[in-house]
């Protein structure tokens, strides 16, 4: 089976008694994921890495059974939430921890363990119903902690496609997070090396501003940070204060 890469419309619809399905991802490491692992699952499997690209056009091209989204930062529009049964993994135990940067806002809480819920994509965030929950470690970096809830989603979506099970209503009272600013990334005053080495590793990934002091004119960036026999050893990136604020308006 080849992977199908979505970058222009032809024509998707799968042969008779095959199902279709489509993966909706913005990181490198769901390009990898799905190359890898998912289309290899038994069906017809697509893959979309844009928001430019999810149209409602084309997803009616591919009639999914499914659209699985692993990592995506935009407003799915409300025809395709309405109309097809849209997945996403959050990564905590709804209804706690609704909301924005879920894996950050759980780790300055001093969590080291949650639970990756797949559940239907409601016109209200991370509100809908739930198809199973996982337990998943927060240990190491955050792209390290992507690339676990990565692997573990693909097993869930394995469990779905194979089984179907109808999602259940959340139960409890909501807990939501606010998403994080770029501004929050910088140090400031922490209670502990603990609590420092927690705030540079849960910011260690791709796409996200690291965590950065500013001195003297300078900006010093901190990732793959060890802490071990009461230090913490990190890379440091080092560029002119407002040469590092440009890049990030």
């Known amino acids: 089976m080849t992977p199908a890469s979505i970058t222009k419309k032809s024509k998707f619809r799968s042969p008779r008694g095959h199902k279709s399905y489509l993966v909706v991802g913005c990181k490198s490491w769901n390009r990898r994921l799905f190359d890898d692992t998912l289309c290899l699952l038994p069906g017809q499997w697509h893959y979309i890495g844009a928001a430019s690209e999810l149209s409602h056009d084309l997803v009616d091209e591919i009639a999914p059974r499914?659209?699985?989204?692993?990592?995506?930062?935009?407003?799915?529009?409300d025809e395709i939430v309405d109309r097809y049964e849209c997945v996403c993994f959050h990564m905590t135990d709804?209804?706690?921890g609704?909301?924005?940067?879920?894996?950050?806002?759980?780790?300055?809480?001093?969590?080291?363990?949650?639970?990756?819920?797949a559940l239907r994509m409601s016109k209200e965030f991370d509100a809908g119903p739930v198809y199973m929950k996982e337990p998943l470690s927060l240990e190491g970096g955050a792209e390290e902690i992507y690339l676990?809830?990565?692997?573990?989603?693909a097993k869930m979506i394995e469990h779905m496609i194979q089984h179907e099970a109808k999602p259940v209503p959340q139960r409890g009272t909501p807990v939501v997070f606010k998403r994080r600013k770029p501004e929050e990334s910088e140090?400031?005053?922490?209670?502990?090396?603990?609590?420092?080495?927690?705030?540079?590793?849960?910011l260690d990934a791709e796409g996200y501003p690291r965590a950065f002091l500013n001195h003297g004119g300078f900006r010093y960036e901190l990732s793959r940070a060890a802490l071990y026999e009461g230090r913490i050893v990190a890379d440091v990136t080092i560029t002119l204060a407002n040469a590092g604020k440009e890049t990030r308006e």
């Open 148 to 153: 676990r809830a990565g692997r573990l989603s």
């Open 187 to 202: 140090v400031k005053s922490a209670g502990s090396l603990e609590e420092l080495y927690d705030f540079i590793r849960m």
């Open 66 to 77: 499914y659209i699985f989204f692993l990592h995506w930062s935009w407003k799915v529009p």
């Open 98 to 117: 609704r909301g924005g940067s879920p894996l950050q806002n759980l780790i300055v809480r001093g969590q080291r363990e949650t639970m990756l819920t």
């Open 94 to 96: 709804v209804p706690f």
